[in-house]
Nanobody, 117 residues
Framework: QVQLVESGGGLVQAGGSLRLSCAHS????????WGWYRQAPGKQRELVAR???????NYADSVKGRFTISRDNAKNTVYLQMNSLKPEDTAVYYC???????????WGQGTQVTVSS
């Protein structure tokens, strides 16, 4: 059983920074991916960034150069460092864990990020 708990959201002014954390409890499988997704009101959930168990990363074009995803293996925690935040980054941010070539896919409860102009 896997549980993901996000933290670190909040209200910040445009241009500011936040760091989101996703604490992973339970099994970590060999070929898997952690991702940060976000969903703004009235919009579909979209991928923001992801990091594989091997350490490779990829980002949505809208956040490249501003956001950084990383992982602390000792703490079983995935981070999303968000810099130069814009009002359009306002959304609920969700942590996801997906085990490749399986049906195992887990979500956290989400954390609200609000960027004021």
């Amino acid at each position: 059983q896997v549980q993901l708990v996000e933290s670190g959201g909040g209200l910040v002014q445009a241009g500011g920074s936040l760091r989101l954390s996703c604490a992973h409890s339970g099994t970590i499988f060999g070929s898997s991916v952690w991702g940060w997704y976000r969903q703004a009101p009235g919009k579909q959930r979209e991928l923001v960034a992801r990091i594989s168990s091997g350490g490779s990363t990829n980002y949505a074009d809208s956040v490249k150069g501003r956001f950084t995803i990383s992982r602390d293996n000792a703490k079983n925690t995935v981070y999303l460092q968000m810099n130069s935040l814009k009002p359009e980054d306002t959304a609920v941010y969700y942590c996801n864990y997906n085990v490749l070539s399986s049906l195992m896919n887990y979500w956290g409860q989400g954390t609200q990020v609000t960027v004021s102009s």
